[in-house]
């Protein structure tokens, strides 16, 4: 079966190495390869190696990174799991639609599936970095799983779609789109500089910010511009640089 190379799991700041051993465990057991470990609190670890049985080979080839912006900074879609929902609404998905999304944009775009911290899930500006949010319907009563069980629900999510597109023989062609979607890297560079712009025409005081780069994020989330459409966004913010300039000569 089609590995799911260009997909990575990436979990951020975790606290117990063993949660790091048995997530790679469950990924392998459903498919999955690519570990991204964001400022891990302790790894390597003989206690992540102990949990992850014969995944040992992921813990080995796991990326580590500083901050999640970097983690992703390659990836087109980001998708980060949350066990309760959050002051601002988000675009939500459940484990099914999570699976069908990832598997038909694969082949195009680079896919992070973000987890977090064992305490306190992904913070605000973490979860602002993914474009869509999933949560698994747990008990309302108790709905925060175990990291690497929250892991395993969501790989075998991806695993059981994509062996009944298998099956049914579906069509496994990406969503027809002519460009790659923007990279995280590329869309952190646009952010700083719509923030620049919005400073320099008095629309956005950073003293008073509101809710303003928030909701700036999930406007340009919830499209997913490409790379020609934010090309052409970052040429009308330098532009309007130019003018502002030249205005002031
Ligand atoms: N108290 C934290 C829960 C952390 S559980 C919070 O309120 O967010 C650790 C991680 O497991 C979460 O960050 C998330 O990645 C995953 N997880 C746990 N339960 C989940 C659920 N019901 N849906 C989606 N992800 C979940």
Redesign the pocket.
């Known amino acids: 079966m089609q590995e799911l190379s260009n997909i990575k799991v990436v979990l951020v700041n975790t606290s117990h190495p063993g949660n790091i051993g048995a997530s790679a465990r469950a990924m392998k057991n459903m498919g999955l390869h690519k570990l991204a470990l964001v400022d891990p609190k302790d790894f390597p670890s003989g206690v992540a190696v102990g949990r992850a049985a014969s995944a040992v080979d992921i813990l080995e080839s796991a990326q580590v990174f500083d901050n999640l912006e970097a983690a992703i900074a390659d990836c087109g879609l980001v998708i980060g ?4 929902s959050r002051k601002i609404p988000w675009p939500m998905l459940n484990p099914e639609q999570t699976a069908t999304k990832v598997l038909a944009e694969k082949n195009t775009n680079k896919v992070a599936l973000v ?8 913070n605000n500006d973490e979860l602002q970095l993914c474009h869509f949010h ?3 319907p ?1 008990n309302e009563n108790y ?3 175990n ?1 690497a069980a ?1 892991v395993m629900v969501i790989c075998y999510e991806l695993r059981k779609t994509q062996l009944q597109l298998l099956d049914t023989k579906e069509s496994q062609e990406d969503e027809f789109w002519d460009q790659e979607k923007a990279t995280g890297e590329q869309v952190e560079h646009f952010y700083e500089h719509l923030e620049r712009v919005m400073i320099a025409i008095d629309f956005h005081d950073p003293k008073n910010p509101r809710q303003l780069m928030q909701r700036m994020r999930r406007l340009f989330s919830r499209i997913r511009i490409d790379v020609m459409e934010m090309n052409i966004l970052r040429g009308i913010l330098t532009n309007i640089e130019f003018s502002i300039k030249n205005r002031q000569k």
């Open positions: 799991t949350s066990a309760r987890f977090g911290r064992e305490d306190s899930g992904l999933v949560q698994i747990a709905s925060s799983l990291l929250a």
